[in-house]
């Protein structure tokens, strides 16, 4: 009796129950916890690296400039205008004047981008929570990524400065440099604009990638068949938005920067303290408030086409090896 009524139940058709079917399977990619759009950390650091020595070879006479400019009147060159400056500069040591420190700037733009550019999109990933439109996440990971490329970029920068406004009777290169520097002044002469940078540098990197990504999100949306592709112009437009926002905020510190940099050089009276306060204090009584602001034109003009270089190389990057990850297996990684 119990096998008929089992059988019974079972041809009542209003018994069965439809089985759902499995979803369709689509194999897919996975991203590795190391990798974010689509690259590994080491690409962004080649990318950044690349894209960081193409914009400041690119722009160098423009920083000779803009470092001259702001060695306040303890220097040869005496005139704020940019006509002026560049002329003294020529004039002094023609041509070549403009390149004095390529060579120090060679050897820290690329390591220091390298770190900038790999901390910035590793700390973007963690803090913005899959939330591509996250400016907040934008500027503190900026200023993450400051902290760390100038801890590797000061000493550099600070051998370049040092060319810029010397001459061959000072230093003959980079080497001649650091080995005078090391004697005369020791190790932490390299070091001693170092905290004026990351506070110059920290809201610099915030406005600049804040105002990049809300510049590039901007355009797409009232361009969108431009920037569908996120297109070349996309990045350079928005890059160099960026660039001269940033630089013109942040003209003060950088002026305090350089005074710290070339204490004792080509004339340049050697400071008494490094407190970024009293350096301020310094320049206003030599020069005034408007001391302050010199060389704001030429590193405005440094910064927009450099941001633009910069971005545009970084992103030409980035998409070239997302299509050499897709095409090493014959998938794109999404």
């Keep these: 009796?119990?096998?008929?009524?089992?059988?019974?139940?079972?041809?009542?058709?209003?018994?069965?129950?439809?089985?759902?079917?499995?979803?369709?399977?689509?194999?897919?990619?996975?991203?590795?916890?190391?990798?974010?759009?689509?690259?590994?950390?080491?690409?962004?650091?080649?990318?950044?690296?690349?894209?960081?020595?193409?914009?400041?070879?690119?722009?160098?006479?423009?920083?000779?400039?803009?470092?001259?400019?702001?060695?306040?009147?303890?220097?040869?060159?005496?005139?704020?205008?940019?006509?002026?400056?560049?002329?003294?500069?020529?004039?002094?040591?023609?041509?070549?004047?403009?390149?004095?420190?390529?060579?120090?700037?060679?050897?820290?733009?690329?390591?220091?981008?390298?770190?900038?550019?790999?901390?910035?999109?590793?700390?973007?990933?963690?803090?913005?929570?899959?939330?591509?439109?996250?400016?907040?996440?934008?500027?503190?990971?900026?200023?993450?990524?400051?902290?760390?490329?100038?801890?590797?970029?000061?000493?550099?920068?600070?051998?370049?400065?040092?060319l810029q406004l010397g001459n061959n009777s000072t230093y003959t290169g980079v080497r001649d440099c650091i080995k005078k520097v090391l004697r005369e002044e020791g190790f932490g002469a390299f070091y001693a604009s170092y905290r004026t940078t990351v506070l110059m540098n920290a809201p610099f990197t915030a406005v600049h990638f804040t105002t990049y990504e809300a510049t590039k999100r901007g355009l797409s949306e009232i361009s969108p068949e431009i920037a569908g592709d996120e297109s070349l112009i996309v990045h350079a437009t928005a890059g160099a938005v960026a660039g001269a926002s940033a630089a013109v905020i942040t003209t003060p510190l950088d002026v305090v920067k350089t005074q710290l940099q070339c204490q004792g050089v080509c004339g340049c009276d050697r400071l008494k303290s490094s407190n970024i306060r009293d350096v301020i204090q310094t320049i206003v009584k030599k020069d005034g408030y408007r001391g302050l602001m010199r060389g704001w034109i030429p590193r405005m003009l440094f910064h927009a086409p450099a941001a633009a270089i910069c971005w545009s190389m970084y992103e030409a990057g980035k998409t070239f090896f997302q299509e050499l990850n897709g095409n090493s297996d014959g998938s794109i990684i999404t």
């Excluded at 003294?88 to 733009?109: D, F, N, W």
């Excluded at 591509?132 to 993450?144: E, Q, T």
């Design 1 to 162: 009796m119990a096998a008929e009524a089992t059988t019974t139940k079972f041809q009542n058709p209003a018994d069965f129950r439809p089985v759902p079917q499995p979803p369709d399977f689509h194999p897919e990619i996975s991203v590795t916890e190391s990798q974010h759009d689509g690259l590994h950390f080491w690409q962004f650091m080649i990318a950044g690296s690349i894209a960081g020595s193409v914009e400041h070879m690119a722009m160098f006479p423009v920083d000779t400039v803009k470092t001259h400019m702001q060695a306040i009147r303890s220097c040869p060159i005496q005139s704020v205008g940019v006509r002026q400056a560049l002329k003294s500069i020529l004039k002094t040591e023609g041509p070549a004047g403009l390149y004095r420190g390529i060579g120090a700037m060679g050897l820290g733009a690329g390591p220091a981008h390298a770190v900038y550019f790999s901390v910035y999109e590793a700390s973007k990933k963690f803090l913005s929570g899959g939330n591509p439109n996250n400016s907040a996440a934008h500027a503190v990971s900026g200023v993450f990524a400051t902290v760390s490329s100038d801890a590797v970029f000061t000493p550099m920068d600070m051998v370049k400065q040092r």
